[in-house]
């Protein structure tokens, strides 16, 4: 009975000729006994948010690199980069002073990278622009000396909201530069956020070429905050504006991208990356952005390992350091990846959020994006039929060749700057079931990939 | 230039012939002037939980009506149908007693239209099982003074959660009337939900025809209370279960559904329904079990008219009442159509929660299905890709003939289960936008179904 038993189980196992059948596998594997859930509960509640540089990355990069040893790779080490260190410093303030005494409150939150403000705060007159442009139409003249108010909203009518957001954040990236240059003292910036809520969004920015001395303040403004100025500025054009933060830019420290591998049976020279992002914003605990993510990748040996499918060719997972104000640890990791001619035939991101998968982007050329649309079908049962060209994620993205394919995982986009750097990136914003789907999509798609490759 | 401006905004209108571009316009009003978001504000927050027979249910009945009557129909009527009247009465309590004295509380809510335990509470040994059909096996002498503990939970491996809620939900429904057949003195249900909470979830049960003295009281039990006390009866199988509920049935009152009819201009007598359903359980304020399948159907005429499409065909929106527990704003409504031989070539209803909308489940002929697939390709710019056959809607279910179709709302269905027939089935776990989209694809099918009728 015994032996009529194991040859049972060896016919069940050689009978898997369909891809359908194991994909269904793996679904049904990533619902039961996915990992991600609970690897995301100690990311998140007990290492929290994760700035690189900080000791709570520091604690991440352990924890990553730990878990991923008891998981069947066959090697999991360290990778060195330097990374940017930039510390918030105390809970920052703002206030709008529409006469001396008569004072309002707003949560306004640094942006990543800001100076900080004189420790007494800094206090001025205000000018609300819509876009960069605006800038350079008021001139000097009308902005020197103030801080200027970026007030443009993310466009609801978009779909896809990392549309939006790519059509707002250049206030957040660009604003503090732009103002500069016409004598602006400090900026504040519209979260980038679809909803009217009280949770300032942070982000990164940059100052560009710009001397030390002419680096200003820097700081987002939640978007009730925002709606609130904007409309005390139209009943009092002279009121004052006042935000302390003491955040600072400290040196560079050493980090880690973590780095698993289990090599491929066959195409043992053929590279499949799986990546999310280690690092994320201090505010919350980087529950969406990116715990999802770093689970995501390392439940994929997990899954398979459970539907016992021993992949053909070489696994990687990379859980990149410092995605969020550097990338440093992408450009790391291709560099050395370059020196040591590897070759990464499919990589894939999942950069997007725990939600609900609805399918995949892929960066790679027409002839090949049309074999990869043949494998749509197998998706259908899951409800993730969105397979579209586009970009893949932005650890990943230079890992682009003439031959190779990257796809960024696309979830439900509808929440996620609801979310996203603020406070409330936290795990009670994360559906167990949704982050589970993801880790069967990603696992699945990567399953093809191994079994069928690029050719 | 005021003349020329008038004629461009003419020829913008007639311009109108591409169907992708009028669906884009229905998607961007949806994203931008939906009233949805802020009428279940006010039906969630101001009315609350809305059981037929309450005065929450006759405030819904009275806002609902006045609402409809502020859009562009032709006529809103209420049409009175009687309903059964459950009250809850006290919050339930319930503890288990492994020994005198140890006890550990558990959160229960009866099961709509349960009968009450005595006063004092009920207090029994607990037999756990996992099955209706076990209750047979175990028989009378196993069952006889006994509370019935139903522990079979909600199977996590199915995508659509719908499936494996249709799969454990004859134990909620059923458990009560087999388990006194084999004299059973009360029933425990887990709670139809597939994460581990503390949240009871409620729901109608049925008698089916036992007299009086034979009803048993039945309450549902979290999951979390569901686990403990499955993990007690391993250790103390003789431990006792005391619950203590003092809901009652009382008569049967008037209520009303509420209609609102827009003539269509070319076609009057072909009727094009829309529906969800007004009334909600008590526990929570039913923001998404029916709130969301309300303002979704209210919203249809808001977005027609910011697009200015004038309907051919009639349009009906109707808000049910009593789906949860009798179904009798259903019946009374087929009853009158049915004598005014009414011809309803197309009815969609919207009940399952105001989550991302993925697509749509359609009840008619395969003919009519392979014509409705080739509409698909409108609403793929919107993530919308689920066109498949099945089920539409409890309420609009009976309206099928062999010549029409009938459509239901298939929203991302992975966190329902989490709020469903409970306390926080509440408007914060609505996203705007997500609610917006469920309006704008309603409204898109609606207008595919308005323009090419179902020839």
Redesign the interface.
């Known amino acids: 009975m015994r032996k009529l038993l194991i040859i049972f189980i060896l016919f069940a196992q050689f009978s898997y000729t369909q891809d359908d059948i194991v994909i269904k596998d793996i679904?049904?594997t990533s619902?039961?006994k996915s990992k991600a859930y609970s690897w995301l509960d100690y990311l998140s509640n007990q290492i929290g948010g994760r700035l690189s540089g900080s000791l709570e990355a520091e604690r991440a990069v352990e924890w990553g690199k730990s878990e991923l040893e008891k998981l069947n790779f066959d090697k999991v080490w360290l990778q060195p980069v330097m990374v940017p260190r930039w510390v918030r410093g105390p809970k920052e303030f703002a206030l709008i002073e529409t006469e001396p005494g008569i004072t309002f409150n707003v949560p306004i939150a640094a942006l990543g990278g800001s100076v900080a403000t004189p420790s007494v705060g800094l206090k001025a007159e205000v000018i609300e622009v819509f876009s960069l442009k605006e800038l350079e139409e008021l001139g000097k003249e009308k902005i020197d000396g103030k801080i200027v108010f970026f007030n443009r909203p993310m466009e609801?009518?978009f779909?896809q909201?990392f549309t939006a957001y790519g059509r707002a954040v250049d206030q957040r990236a660009l604003g503090a530069l732009e103002a500069s240059k016409y004598g602006a003292i400090g900026i504040i910036v519209r979260s980038m956020n679809?909803?009217l809520d009280d949770h300032p969004h942070t982000g990164g920015l940059t100052y560009g070429d710009l001397p030390e001395s002419k680096k200003i303040p820097a700081a987002a403004i939640s978007t009730n905050g925002a709606e609130k100025l904007s409309s005390l500025l139209k009943i009092k054009p002279k009121l004052k504006f006042l935000f302390r933060q003491q955040c600072k830019q400290m040196s560079d420290v050493m980090s880690y991208n973590v780095i698993a591998e289990k090599k491929g049976t066959t195409f043992p020279d053929e590279i499949i990356l799986v990546a999310g992002h280690l690092d994320s914003w201090d505010t919350g605990d980087g529950s969406h952005d990116d715990g999802a993510g770093i689970v995501h990748s390392m439940d994929l040996i997990n899954i398979f390992d459970n539907i016992n499918y021993k992949p053909k060719r070489t696994i990687r997972v990379v859980l990149y350091m410092n995605e969020e104000n550097g990338k440093r640890g992408s450009i790391k990791y291709k560099e050395i990846s370059d020196r040591e001619k590897l070759n990464h035939i499919f990589a894939i991101e999942s950069d997007a959020g725990g939600f609900?998968p609805?399918?995949f982007s892929f960066t790679t050329d027409n002839e090949k994006f049309l074999k990869i649309l043949e494998w749509k079908k197998f998706f259908a049962?899951?409800?993730i039929?969105?397979f579209i060209k586009g970009g893949s994620g932005a650890d990943i993205e230079n890992l682009r060749t003439d031959s190779n394919v990257l796809a960024g995982l696309r979830p439900?986009s509808?929440?996620y700057f609801?979310y996203h750097h603020t406070e409330i990136d936290t795990f009670d914003a994360i559906?167990?079931?949704?982050l589970e789907?993801g880790s069967g999509a990603i696992a699945s798609l990567v399953y093809l990939f191994d079994k069928y490759g690029i050719e």
């Open positions: 679904f049904n619902l039961t609801p009518e779909i909201t679809l909803r609900l609805l399918g049962p899951y409800f039929n969105v439900n509808q929440r609801d559906n167990k079931r949704e789907l």
